[in-house]
């Protein structure tokens, strides 16, 4: 059981002056043990002044001073004492180990007999679940040292990160005291480390996705479609033409109409859609297939962006994120440090998110939209984009998918995850 300490709490600055603060605590004891032992001291003493007992004397004016100089030494204990962590990288894969560094520093001439030293990091970050009890919500490391005059101290900490997400690591706790542990004082450091461990990427395999056959319908005709952005001349007006293409500074030169000509599109660009609303049942999350849809989601724009594609990213998560469909690493890592950070929680349905981005999607595009359970409004908005000239895909992760097309959208069917835990790896950026 836990003994809950009374707490006194004051600010004070670190030894170099910096803006570095922390939490100085005064720490009491269970039953008042020690206290009770100093009154009796100075019941002693007083009895043996009015008694003459010189022994008892001695020995009573002897526990008060040293008593009062442990006070003294646990006021200064913590003073000038400073401790850092830094880890060695930032930014983490799943399973990957990094160092955590620590430095300790004593910048004062009084020696530290005792010190312990608390870090707290992320439960599911060590872990890789989440915590049972919402009591102690971080996973506690403890060393405890003594350190003497003007003395610095580092060593590492091997961790191991087991689950994604943006994580603080932090804060530190120092407790130390005097020789005899009278009076031990806590100081709290509120300085975090970031530390941002992306979403895991496995290949495409052992996810079930055949994404050969999911561009290639794409591929096959994608040079119908014309580039906006593109103009490669004029020509002269047709009846069919859109009003939109004519070019009315070129058609008042030629004294008759001329409409803009664009270049065909020669690159595939793909959209992945995370439906984070559709994970919950009955205002409940599935954890493990969300999880698996974040996964597939990552290892889904790693390999299109490893086969020089456009991709993008929208997830109507709290709050919603959108990725414009763009290629190059710098996408890639946009799209993993997004998926690093998405939350399930969603703020409105996916048809209502997407319709702002819609219109901006470019003609031809996959949309590949990553779901639990494919709702009415799905279909619907997957057969608007058909409609619209784009080629949409489902992809239902769980148990509860469907595996039939639905009038011709074809829908993927990604495997539980204790069937692809074996196939699980890192591919490297």
Same mark, same amino acid.
């Given at each position: 059981m836990k003994t809950s300490w009374p707490r006194h709490l004051s600010r004070l600055k670190s030894s170099s002056g910096a803006s570095e603060q922390g939490f100085t605590i005064s720490l009491?004891? $269970? *039953? %008042?043990?020690?206290?009770?032992? =100093?009154?009796? @001291?100075?019941?002693?003493?007083? &009895?043996?002044?009015?008694?003459?007992?010189? $022994? *008892? %004397?001695?020995?009573?004016?002897? =526990?008060?001073? @040293?008593?009062?100089?442990?006070? &003294?030494?646990?006021?200064?204990?913590?003073?000038?004492?400073?401790?850092?962590?830094?880890?060695?990288?930032?930014?983490?894969?799943?399973?990957?180990?990094?160092?955590?560094?620590?430095?300790?520093?004593?910048?004062?001439w009084l020696f530290v007999p005792w010190l312990e030293i608390e870090a707290e990091l992320p439960y599911r970050l060590v872990k890789g679940q989440p915590k049972t009890s919402p009591l102690y919500a971080k996973e506690r490391l403890r060393w405890t040292t003594a350190v003497s005059g003007g003395q610095r101290l580092n060593w590492k900490y091997t961790l191991e990160c087991k689950y994604r997400g943006d994580y603080n690591l932090g804060p530190l706790r120092l407790r130390c005291g005097d020789i005899f542990g009278l009076f031990p004082k806590e100081i709290i450091l509120p300085r975090f480390e970031k530390l941002l461990v992306y979403p895991r990427v496995v290949p495409l395999d052992s996810l079930g996705l055949p994404l050969r056959e999911l561009m290639g319908e794409t591929i096959a005709y994608r040079n119908i479609y014309e580039d906006m952005s593109q103009t490669t001349g004029m020509r002269d007006y047709h009846s069919d033409d859109p009003m939109k293409r004519i070019h009315w500074k070129a058609s008042a030169r030629h004294e008759r109409l001329q409409v803009r000509q664009y270049e065909s599109t020669t690159s595939l660009n793909l959209l992945i859609i995370l439906d984070v609303d559709s994970f919950y049942h009955e205002s409940e999350l599935d954890e493990e297939p969300f999880e698996l849809a974040v996964t597939t989601a990552a290892s889904l724009a790693y390999e299109v962006n490893r086969q020089r594609y456009p991709v993008g990213l929208i997830a109507s998560s709290a709050p919603g994120m959108q990725i414009p469909v763009r290629s190059g690493r710098a996408q890639l890592m946009a799209i993993l440090e997004t998926l690093a950070r998405v939350q399930p929680k969603a703020c409105l349905p996916l048809h209502q998110?997407?319709?702002?981005?819609?219109?901006?999607?470019?003609?031809?595009t996959i949309t590949v939209m990553i779901s639990h359970s494919v709702s009415p409004a799905l279909i619907g908005l997957a057969h608007k984009l058909k409609r619209e000239g784009h080629s949409p895909v489902l992809v239902s992760v769980g148990e509860r998918t469907p595996t039939q097309h639905i009038r011709g959208i074809p829908i993927v069917t990604v495997r539980s995850p204790g069937e692809i835990t074996a196939g699980f790896g890192r591919a490297a950026l």
């Open positions: 009491g004891y $269970p *039953l %008042l043990f020690h206290w009770l032992v =100093l009154v009796t @001291a100075g019941g002693l003493l007083l &009895l043996a002044g009015f008694k003459h007992w010189v $022994p *008892l %004397l001695v020995i009573a004016a002897f =526990l008060l001073v @040293a008593a009062a100089m442990a006070s &003294l030494w646990s006021r200064q204990s913590l003073r000038a004492v400073s401790c850092r962590l830094s880890p060695a990288l930032n930014r983490a894969f799943p399973d990957d180990k990094i160092d955590l560094n620590f430095e300790l520093t004593n910048g004062k998110q997407f319709d702002e981005y819609r219109s901006r999607l470019p003609v031809g």
